[in-house]
């Protein structure tokens, strides 16, 4: 049998070793979602239940027991899950690199491939979950009559950040906790205090001037620059450019900081397997 010259251009690109390194992490983030909706009995609901309730709960407490107290956006229920879903996204990544290694052991010993591809089928399976979401913010907008402005159209440079930051983060975390296990609980804490510090709740514009620290602190976390993104498609006064800047100067910064770690540890993370 005979191969077509049509064929063999693309069997060359699966047999370079960026086409082997994509099919693998594609047939990774299948295998991910796979397990995530076709075991579970809910299925796709699961992917929308949890930033739904959390959403439903601080409607409830800022809106009906607080009153709002000046720190929201109306409607606040579109506001909310236009940060909440894309915190769901981060949260879900940066816990489950904590297990990145660890959970696939044996595989990753045994397979010939960059160990990067399993802090990136993370990043791509939880992204995907995130898109699979958007229908819901979209019911909400309708319902609620939300206006839709052209920052909407910002949402691949959020994206693109996002995905850049939690790459970095996986690359700094998953290795680390290989050898300090305590990490693990140190990460858990650490997004607790980070989704009430980065403007998932309220506009960057709420954050108090009298407090220098956590005004600096701000500035600094790229999350809220990035969440500041997600928002501006239906709240524009929220879109800060020059926090959108930070947000995409700190993700490199982590990229960087997350290769060096990984560059210099995976050898002995095998080892430690």
């Known amino acids: 049998m005979t191969i077509s010259a049509a064929a063999r251009p693309t069997e060359r690109i699966q047999r370079s070793p960026v086409g082997r390194y994509r099919h693998s992490l594609w047939l990774l983030t299948k295998r991910d979602l796979h397990v995530r909706y076709a075991t579970n009995a809910l299925g796709y609901l699961w992917s929308i239940l949890d930033p739904l309730l959390m959403a439903g709960i601080y409607y409830l407490v800022f809106t009906v027991i607080f009153q709002r107290g000046g720190v929201t956006e109306d409607p606040y229920i579109v506001f909310l899950l236009s940060g909440m879903l894309p915190w769901t996204w981060f949260n879900g990544a ?28 993370i990043v791509l399976s939880k992204g995907i979950e995130y898109l699979f979401s958007l229908p819901v913010l979209a019911f909400f907008v309708i319902v609620t009559g939300a206006h839709v402005h052209w920052q909407l159209a ?7 950040i996002q995905a850049v930051l939690l790459v970095g983060l996986g690359l700094l975390i998953a290795p680390l906790v290989m050898f300090f296990r305590d990490l693990e609980r140190v990460v858990k804490l650490l997004l607790r205090l980070l989704f009430y510090v ?7 514009t709420a954050v108090p001037k009298d407090f ?12 809220v620059g990035l ?3 997600y928002h501006s498609a239906f709240f524009p006064g929220d879109l800060h450019w020059d926090l959108v800047l930070s947000s995409a100067i700190g993700s490199v910064i982590f990229l960087i900081i997350g290769w060096l770690v990984y560059s210099r540890t995976i050898r ?3 080892k430690e397997m």
Do not use: C, E, H, Q
Request: cysteine-free; hydrophobic content about 55%.
């Open 154 to 160: 910002l949402m691949p440079l959020a994206l693109l």
């Open 268 to 270: 002995s993370v095998l």
């Open 227 to 229: 969440f500041g993104i």
């Open 94 to 121: 940066v816990s489950d690199f904590t297990r990145a290694y660890s959970r696939d052991a044996k595989l990753i010993r045994s397979v010939a491939i960059p160990r990067t591809i399993w802090i990136n089928r």
């Open 212 to 223: 220098p620290i956590f005004k600096v602190f701000s500035d600094i976390n790229p999350l």
């Open 198 to 204: 980065s403007a998932v709740l309220y506009p960057a």
